[in-house]
């Protein structure tokens, strides 16, 4: 009995720590209104569907974050042997001036949009988001190939 006891309380402890993982964008999430690094807003929904047939590398970062900065060397190795791929980076920096910088410092070329509800806003909360750096890969559908890695090196990405 001690031994059931053990097992079923190791299979909650499994169950309560596994997190869903979405093949589609839950409605809050493609309803948020994101800044372009021109100043325009839009929509996730906009941005995805303006490049719909196309396989999209979505890069939810921050000039701030430690993990997210080391990961640019492994962004830009993707880049050079992914090239068809579309690449979005989507900022959570605490400022538009520090998101700015930062593209520019690091020399990142792609597409970028700054997340103005942060972390925890609505687009975090609909997707998980509990840390960052964090990789996605979106099927030319607008379905979510690969919801969630968090190093470059993931055999995921690969």
């Given at each position: 009995m001690k031994h059931f006891i053990q097992l079923l309380l190791i299979?909650?402890?499994?169950?309560s720590c596994h997190k869903e993982i979405l093949k589609e964008f839950p409605p809050e999430a493609l309803q948020e209104t994101m800044?372009?690094?021109n100043g325009e807003n839009t929509t996730f929904e906009n941005i995805l569907a303006s490049h719909k047939g196309k396989t999209i590398f979505v890069d939810i970062w921050a000039s701030w974050c430690r993990d997210c900065l080391t990961g640019i060397p492994g962004i830009k190795e993707i880049?050079?042997?992914n090239p068809q791929l579309t690449y979005l980076f989507l900022s959570l920096d605490r400022n538009i001036a520090a998101w700015k910088k930062g593209i520019k410092k690091h020399a990142l070329v792609g597409e970028h949009y700054f997340l103005k509800s942060g972390m925890y806003g609505t687009f975090g909360k609909a997707i998980g988001l509990n840390w960052i750096p964090r990789y996605m890969i979106i099927n030319p559908d607008g379905s979510i190939k690969l919801f969630e890695a968090i190093e470059t090196d993931d055999k995921a990405l690969k």
């Open positions: 299979a909650c402890l499994v169950a800044l372009s690094i880049q050079k042997n």
